[in-house]
């Protein structure tokens, strides 16, 4: 862990590995905070591609990405390019520790190839208060904000400023309210 562990050590430079976003969000305890938080078994990466030949042969690319890691045996992924021409790489893995390992294994080497300036974001999926949420990472600012759809064009605003809030109690770094942009066609 290395490209997510970047964004966590100068607010929390005890954090190590793939503990990350369990021990920040302490998932793993929900009375801690009175209400469930729980993360799904899907994750995203979104990428806006350019003419290189590794986004041409992106499903290949990021296979052999994969490949490379330890965790290729317990994650699936898919890649789906949407309406606007972005890229989701979609990982599945039951483990969420392995999930988040194989985010940053994938965000690490898209960045080592030269690519790290077309990631747009990383995106966690999960529920908060019984309502499907996304927990969602801008690259750019190494920052995170929460996204919970209500229906197909609204959201539940102040759900999502009382799960910012716990972020932030737990030591995440938080885009500011403005700053919190729907993805309401998230592939996942």
């Given at each position: 862990?290395?490209?997510?562990?970047?964004?966590?050590?100068?607010?929390?430079?005890?954090?190590?590995?793939?503990?990350?976003?369990?021990?920040?969000?302490?998932?793993?305890?929900?009375?801690?905070?009175?209400?469930?938080?729980?993360?799904?078994?899907?994750?995203?990466?979104?990428?806006?591609?350019?003419?290189?030949?590794?986004?041409?042969?992106?499903?290949?690319?990021?296979?052999?990405?994969?490949?490379?890691?330890?965790?290729?045996?317990?994650?699936?992924?898919?890649?789906?390019?949407?309406h606007h021409g972005t890229i989701w790489i979609i990982f599945t893995c039951k483990q969420f520790?392995?999930?988040?390992?194989?985010?940053?294994?994938?965000?690490?080497?898209?960045?080592?190839?030269?690519?790290?300036?077309?990631?747009?974001?990383?995106?966690?999926?999960?529920?908060?208060?019984?309502?499907?949420?996304?927990?969602?990472?801008?690259?750019?600012?190494?920052?995170?904000?929460?996204?919970?759809?209500?229906?197909?064009?609204?959201?539940?605003?102040?759900?999502?400023?009382?799960?910012?809030?716990?972020?932030?109690?737990h030591g995440l770094k938080v885009e500011p309210q403005e700053k919190w942009f729907a993805i309401?066609?998230?592939?996942?």
């Amino acid at each position: 862990m290395n490209f997510l562990k970047s964004f966590f050590t100068k607010s929390n430079p005890s954090l190590d590995g793939s503990n990350i976003l369990l021990s920040v969000l302490n998932l793993t305890n929900p009375t801690t905070h009175g209400t469930a938080i729980s993360p799904s078994d899907t994750a995203a990466i979104l990428i806006s591609p350019n003419d290189d030949v590794f986004f041409s042969e992106f499903s290949r690319s990021t296979k052999d990405l994969l490949k490379n890691s330890s965790l290729y045996s317990n994650i699936k992924h898919r890649t789906h390019t949407d309406h606007h021409g972005t890229i989701w790489i979609i990982f599945t893995c039951k483990q969420f520790k392995d999930l988040v390992s194989a985010v940053d294994y994938v965000s690490s080497a898209i960045s080592d190839k030269g690519f790290g300036e077309r990631m747009i974001a990383a995106i966690f999926k999960g529920s908060f208060e019984n309502h499907n949420s996304y927990w969602i990472c801008n690259y750019r600012t190494s920052a995170f904000y929460p996204f919970i759809p209500q229906g197909k064009k609204s959201r539940l605003n102040e759900t999502e400023i009382k799960l910012g809030d716990i972020f932030k109690k737990h030591g995440l770094k938080v885009e500011p309210q403005e700053k919190w942009f729907a993805i309401w066609e998230a592939p996942f």
